[in-house]
């Protein structure tokens, strides 16, 4: 879904945090704050989120603006994709989550896969590189990039977890409901190219 409102919106946000960061002149940082409070305001005249909320969530950040990246596991079995049911929105994912300070992509991954699934797993390659703007997630108020990462199981079993209520393994062709802000039904289907295709070329938007 592409909607200009909000790209023009983080745009304006990063320009502003960035300015914020990086400027000495009073009347620079005026004009900044100035930006951050329109990108706000945007953002609340097209959504029903109140004003504080966004401001919060959305421009709370200092120093230069980044992406966020979301780091997920593709880990196969006898042909199937290991997939968890999300607590928050009773649909599936690849496991994973937001990259954390301090770790790798791989010891996110490997560290995501262990909470939400009840796996140990090796990373063995990466998949793709991914920037939501390009694909069907849901809008969002952050840019955000997607690490796939290719896993095999080495031990454990599966097991719910605080964030994950099911762990089951899914074919090709019988996916369910999927956490469209997590992963879409076509990465999922890029990520059995793989399975059958191991060299197939990294994904790279």
């Not at 304006?12 to 900044?32: N, P, W």
């Not at 950040?61 to 780091?71: C, H, I, W």
């Not at 797993?121 to 939501?132: E, F, H, M, N, Q």
């Not at 019988?174 to 295709?197: D, G, H, I, N, W």
């Amino acid at each position: 879904m592409n909607l200009k409102w909000l790209e023009w919106a983080k745009q304006i946000q990063a320009i502003s945090q960035t300015g914020l960061a990086y400027s000495k002149d009073v009347y620079d940082l005026e004009r900044f704050e100035q930006l951050r409070d329109l990108s706000i305001t945007i953002c609340n005249e097209y959504t029903d989120v109140e004003i504080e909320k966004i401001r919060t969530l959305f421009a709370s950040d200092s120093g230069y603006a980044t992406p966020k990246v979301d780091v997920r596991g593709v880990v196969f079995q006898n042909d199937e994709i290991l997939l968890v049911k999300e607590r928050l929105d009773g649909a599936w994912s690849l496991p994973g989550g937001w990259a954390d300070i301090g770790l790798s992509p791989r010891e996110v991954v490997e560290k995501e896969i262990k909470e939400e699934s009840g796996f140990d797993v090796r990373s063995i390659r990466l998949l793709g590189i991914l920037d939501t703007k390009f694909h069907d997630h849901p809008p969002s108020a952050q840019h955000v990039y997607k690490i796939y990462i290719l896993c095999e199981i080495t031990g454990g079993e599966a097991a719910e977890s605080v964030e994950t209520s099911d762990v089951r393994f899914f074919k090709e062709n019988q996916l369910p409901e999927l956490s469209q802000e997590r992963v879409t039904e076509k990465q999922v289907k890029e990520m059995f190219k793989f399975l059958r295709e191991p060299e197939k070329e990294i994904l790279l938007d």
